[in-house]
């Protein structure tokens, strides 16, 4: 969760992945395809990078909007807070 990166000194935002200079870094399984494709974006192109999506067939479509705690109810947030503090 957002929260605990805090306490490891990062500073946290709202956004997929995140380059700081010669680092990228992403979090989750489909963000890591998005920073996959920013990163053969920069090596190939876009063109090469949206064919790539497409080969992939990348177009996600999640079922829920429960992604963020933003975007996720206040119960699920808290659900999943509880899991992660007992784990």
Do not use: C, W
């Not at 929260?3 to 990062?10: D, H, I, M, P, R």
Request: aromatic share 6%; no cysteine; charged share 20%.
């Amino acid at each position: 969760m957002i929260v605990l990166l805090a306490e490891f000194g990062a500073q946290p935002v709202n956004e997929r992945f995140v380059r700081d200079g010669k680092i990228i870094t992403s979090g989750g399984v489909l963000a890591g395809i998005d920073m996959a494709l920013y990163l053969a974006s920069l090596l190939a192109g876009e063109d090469m990078a949206m064919a790539i999506q497409l080969g992939l067939e990348y177009a996600p479509q999640p079922p829920f909007n429960a992604g963020t705690p933003r975007t996720a109810p206040a119960e699920i947030t808290e659900l999943v807070r509880s899991l992660l503090r007992d784990a």
